[in-house]
């Protein structure tokens, strides 16, 4: 099994429907400078308010040194299961002398968004996470003030489960849930 079923998903277009955030990411597979390149053009063709493009990323390949240095600040959660991913992207957005900062926040999401669609449409999986230590890893990588880190993006291919830790072999199994659909649209039960 790679995922739970996901009933009303069977109708979403590809990569949409294959999408999901595994857990047990193969350490010996790398991406090529192409690739990477690919999944940053999908997030700098992302819409934005204003086209004000506020995504800034990270890239930190596995074994460079912006990997290393971000690494030993992830949470203890995600600290078995990101290293093993064949990139982070750390994604952050321009806080300071922008129109709206939340609107920059938004524009990020949807940005990021993009960057797990294309990995899918690749034969590659990303999964999103905010666990970690934002203020550290921001001195640690460099970030300016007016950037604020907002979560990192794991890519890579999915490995095998057997010598991965057992936490992470559990959250691959978790059943996938969401809400009632008539629960994001009727005003009355938000
Ligand atoms: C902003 C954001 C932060 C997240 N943080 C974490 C995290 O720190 N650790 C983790 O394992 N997953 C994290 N996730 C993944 C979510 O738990 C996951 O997307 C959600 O459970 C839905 O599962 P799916 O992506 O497989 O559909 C995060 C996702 C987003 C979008």
Known sequence: MTHAPMPGAERLAEPLRSRWSPSIFDPAHDLSAEEIRTLLEAARWAPSLGNSQPWRFVVAPRGSAAHAAFVPH??????????????????????????SPDYARYDLGQAAAHVTLQARAMGLHAHQFAGFDHEAAAVALGVPDHVRLMSGIAVGARGPADDVPERDREREQRPRERRPLAELTDPARW
Do not use: F, I, M, T
């Not at 600290?79 to 300071?96: D, K, N, Q």
């Open 74 to 99: 992830l949470s203890r959660g995600n600290s078995g299961w990101v290293p093993r991913a064949s990139l982070v992207l750390v994604a952050g957005c321009e806080v300071v002398e922008v129109k």
